[in-house]
């Protein structure tokens, strides 16, 4: 397992570019909305961003209006909450899979939100649908809620229909995440545990354990090969979902406390991760106003943006614009740098994406190539 400190030349690391802002509202006159913005992300598809916008409600809003209304009227955009309730989507016609601003009242305070995919004929049930290659259609986009109340509430996006509710978690969902082919969910809340669920059965498939501090944040890389995890022990882990190994550490304290010291407060606590389209790169947010930018085969961050109150992060289905979202329920954009993978690293996961580690671990080839594949070198 690789650490890596955060110590660097302030010289040598570039600072973000700002592209946007949605800011809220100065008081919040709704009874059911509050001003902390606890997640934000976006949908595989690149058609919504979402985020909770108040105690109970979600806001969605088409993406592309959100990059259109910047471009018209600078980066910064107050949200109204008072215009921006529609009626219900009609599930019938043209105007389903159109991509609309709605909000979703959640019933309970929403800690995290992830999108997955669904078919038709099951509408609950997670298929293998390769997000980055297909287009989603009528009945294929869900939202995941991450409760106060530990449960995780599964919504049909294009008529803010409640489909599923899943139990297990004790306490709130500080976090969820679809694994890319939506065959395994991962949620983490309270506690110093990740959970594995399987989408298919809705049944636990492991805990990982390993983190000092509570777990706050998770998201799986785009082939499903490596999962990040943040905690307040000031670390990021990167683990191998399949087997439970951890791969890869980014601190963000050094030196890093100790086991006894990882659950004190030190202002390195870090609040969310995010893995890049591109799957080299990781974005993390923390309590020292910091948003680092890592690459997972280097041991410092290779970009920082300052941002106070900080609670969330996410790409965009591209990976080209990193958002985040803060105490005051704005939401902030940066444009992310441009690199063009190396051919060994598509090949890799065009590999991972159609094969778990076991199977990888059974190839006939040469160990050096194992270690690659399993993102070990």
């Known amino acids: 397992m690789a650490s890596f400190p955060p110590r660097v030349n302030e010289k040598e690391i570039v600072r973000l570019r700002t592209i946007g802002e949605l800011l809220a509202p100065a008081a919040p006159f709704d009874k059911k909305c509050g001003r902390e913005n606890w997640t934000v992300a976006f949908a595989p598809d690149g058609s919504y961003f979402a985020w909770s916008q108040g105690h ?21 955009n107050v949200t109204n909450s ?29 800690w995290s939100l992830a999108f997955g995919s669904s078919v038709p004929e099951k509408q609950s049930r ?19 809620t991450g409760l ?78 490596l999962l990040a995890t943040a905690s307040y022990d000031t670390r990021v882990y990167i683990w191998d979902p399949h087997n439970g190994d951890i791969l890869m550490e980014f601190g963000h304290l050094f030196p890093p406390p ?20 591109d799957g080299l790169h990781v974005a993390s947010l923390a309590d020292d106003k910091m948003v680092r930018f890592w690459r997972i085969d280097e041991d410092y961050p290779v970009q920082v943006a300052p941002l106070s109150n900080g609670l969330c992060c996410a790409f965009s289905t591209d990976g080209s614009v990193l958002a985040a979202g803060t105490h005051d329920g704005s939401v902030y954009f940066w444009a992310t740098p441009r690199q063009v993978p190396s051919l060994q690293h598509l090949c890799r996961m065009s590999i991972r994406r159609v094969m778990p580690t076991q199977e990888v671990q059974e190839l006939p080839i040469p160990s050096k190539l194992l270690e690659f594949l399993s993102y070990r070198i």
């Not at 088409?62 to 910064?76: A, D, E, I, V, Y």
């Not at 997000?131 to 294929?140: K, N, V």
């Not at 049944?203 to 785009?222: N, W, Y």
């Not at 870090?270 to 890049?276: A, D, I, Y």
């Open 56 to 76: 109970r409600t979600v806001k969605l809003v088409p993406w592309s209006q959100c990059l259109q209304n910047f471009l018209l009227h600078g980066t910064k």
């Open 82 to 110: 008072s215009s921006l309730r529609l009626p219900r989507q009609n599930s019938d016609g043209g105007q389903k899979n159109k991509p609309r601003e709605h909000i979703i009242d959640c019933g309970d305070i929403v």
């Open 126 to 144: 997670c298929v293998n649908i390769e997000w980055h290659r297909f287009r989603f259609g009528q009945d294929q986009l869900l939202l995941a």
């Open 148 to 225: 106060n109340n530990g449960r995780i509430k599964i919504w049909d996006v294009y008529t803010g229909n409640m489909m599923k509710v899943l139990r297990g978690h004790q306490n709130w969902v500080y976090s969820c995440a679809f694994s890319p082919d939506s065959s395994m969910l991962c949620s983490v809340g309270a506690s110093k545990a990740v959970f594995l669920w399987n989408m298919d059965k809705y049944t636990m498939i492991r805990k990982l354990e390993g983190h000092h501090h509570d777990v706050v944040a998770c998201d799986f890389s785009p082939d499903g090969a």
């Open 258 to 277: 100790t086991p006894i010291f990882a659950g004190g407060a030190n202002d390195r606590w870090v609040r969310s991760v995010s893995f890049s389209h």
